[in-house]
């Protein structure tokens, strides 16, 4: 009688709330390649638990953003940082790590692997063409594998000993995929001749303390010009429904909705525009084609710190990729409640205006590739378990 074949265990990390969306589709398209005997485990959120994954450290414990807003958290980092390491350096460490995005904790996470012989699949290489380009070099030699989801960065680490592959952006399945073509508005009831505006609070708790507020104060603002207005507010699952709530006025026409409740392709088409938090969501609105302002502000000492290291011209990842201001951006002292409002009634009021945002958004669509990304990245995932075995 044949003797199984092991397990195979990949660890996966991620602290973002995007990362967990991207990490739950690689597990289901490493499932979907192969029946092999796969266990998954690592840092996550909810939706890597729900595609398989044991979820060892919560990433919403890691999710903090910012020089500053780091310290608070700094006990709950490195006690996840060295349960993570533990397991590298086990009895029955992971055949491979596989990290996605969340950059300052995985590269230190990689280089531990490195120490201990496990291979590494970077999935969403850091953003070196943001900031601190130096670190090309350190990613190349902590990393074996980097799956890049923008077509310039392979050409960055052109002549350094590590494989990197253009796989798309992992976006576009999740969109492929999603019920887009809800009815939204006439399952919420909201009238046919009210126009609804997305506030869009993001998915990190340290957001909150600086964006929340502002998105409010805005609502309040628009409501006083336009009477005739719904605002829908997505709440991401790694933050409290409460506390987003408690924010709002009972004035203030709003429903809330809940990570589960409607994809936000749906939440974000039925928009007619959209105040948003920079982030990956300005890409899910963009494949959606909604009209948007994107706003973004932090501590005054993080911001200091960040403006003398960031070196792109756009914020917003729509403008990243157009390689143009198609979507106004409203950075720190800029992100007012008088001009989030006068965007967005620009927006309802002029019906040029909001035509050519959407047809610069279908471009940026069209920019980001095709669909199969988790696919491309599973595959990746093979090759480098072959190479190990070999």
């Known amino acids: 009688m044949d003797t ?22 690689l ?52 006690r996840s940082f060295q349960q993570l390491k533990k397991e590298l350096f086990g009895p029955q460490k992971p055949d491979a790590l596989v990290l996605i995005d969340f950059p300052d904790f995985n590269l230190r996470l990689a280089k531990q692997a490195q120490k201990a012989g496990v291979p590494v699949l970077y999935y969403i290489s850091p953003k070196v063409w943001a900031w601190r ?31 990197v592959k253009y796989v798309g952006h992992p976006l576009l399945d999740e969109f492929a995929a999603s019920r887009y073509d809800v009815d939204l508005r006439d399952q919420l009831r909201i009238p046919v001749g009210q126009k609804i505006i ?24 628009i409501l006083a010009k336009e ?19 408690s924010q709002f006025g009972p004035d203030l026409p709003v429903t809330f909705i809940e990570a589960g409740n409607a994809n936000i392709y749906a939440v974000a088409g039925c928009c007619d525009t959209i105040i ?19 706003l973004y502000r932090t501590s005054p000492m993080t911001y200091a710190i960040g403006r003398r290291l960031v070196n792109v ?27 989030l409002r006068d965007e967005a009634l620009h927006v309802l009021k002029d019906v040029v205006y909001a035509e ?35």
């Open 4 to 25: 199984p074949e092991p397990a195979k265990r990949i660890m996966m990390v991620t602290g973002e709330s995007s990362g967990d969306l991207h990490g739950a589709n």
């Open 27 to 78: 597990i289901k398209a490493v499932n979907a390649l192969s029946s092999a005997n796969i266990r998954f485990f690592g840092a996550g959120g909810q939706k890597m638990a729900e595609a398989g994954c044991e979820i060892l450290v919560p990433g919403e414990d890691l999710a903090v953003m910012g020089v500053f807003e780091v310290f608070g958290q700094l006990p709950v980092i490195w």
């Open 133 to 163: 380009m130096g670190r090309v070099k350190k990613i190349a030699e902590r990393v074996d594998s980097l799956a890049a989801i923008f077509p310039f960065e392979p050409v960055l680490y052109n002549g350094l000993d590590v494989l």
């Open 198 to 221: 997305g506030l869009f609070p993001g998915s990190r708790r340290s957001e909150l303390r600086y964006m929340l507020a502002l998105l409010v104060e805005s609502a309040q603002l």
């Open 227 to 245: 009477p005739n207005v719904h605002f829908l507010v997505p709440i991401a699952n790694s933050l409290k429904t409460v506390e987003i709530k």
């Open 276 to 294: 948003t938090v920079s982030g990956t969501v300005t890409l899910q609105i963009a494949l959606a084609g909604t009209p948007m302002a994107i």
């Open 313 to 339: 011209h756009h914020a917003g990842l729509p403008n990243i990729v157009a390689n143009r201001r198609i979507v106004p951006e409203f950075i720190q002292d800029e992100a007012t409640p008088q001009v």
């Open 356 to 390: 050519k945002m959407k047809e610069d958004l279908r471009a940026v669509q069209k920019q980001l590739g095709d669909p199969g990304c988790s696919t491309r990245v599973a595959e990746m995932l093979f090759d480098l378990l072959l190479k190990k075995a070999r």
